[in-house]
């Protein structure tokens, strides 16, 4: 019979947080968004809220609490036995909600030029 073993450890856990967009991200690269590491800046302000830039962007947003949290898992290396072992990357308890489109910031950023 097969076994799967979870591990948590508290002092190793990542914070991680849910995205959740209306509408959908574009890029110019072939690949898209797969595998890149960074397609812009997510910054909680003073108010509890948050706002996401993107180039020229600006994106306002709010947090919201998930109901149930979710669990982030990263298989372990398996020895000979039957049993599977995962590793609690990070434990996920709210998401960043963005629903209202873009704001662009062009004219804040044309008055930094000299």
Known sequence: ??????????????????IEIQGSLETDRAGGLRGQQQFGQIERLADGKVQMLIGVHRVPGS???LKKPLA?????????????????EAIIKEKFMFKMRPDVILQQELAKLP
């Open 1 to 18: 019979m097969s076994q799967i073993e979870f591990i948590y450890d508290k002092a190793k856990q990542r914070e991680f947080c849910l």
């Open 63 to 65: 947090v919201v609490p």
């Open 72 to 88: 982030v898992l990263v298989k372990q290396p398996a020895d000979e036995s039957d049993s599977a072992i995962y590793g609690i």
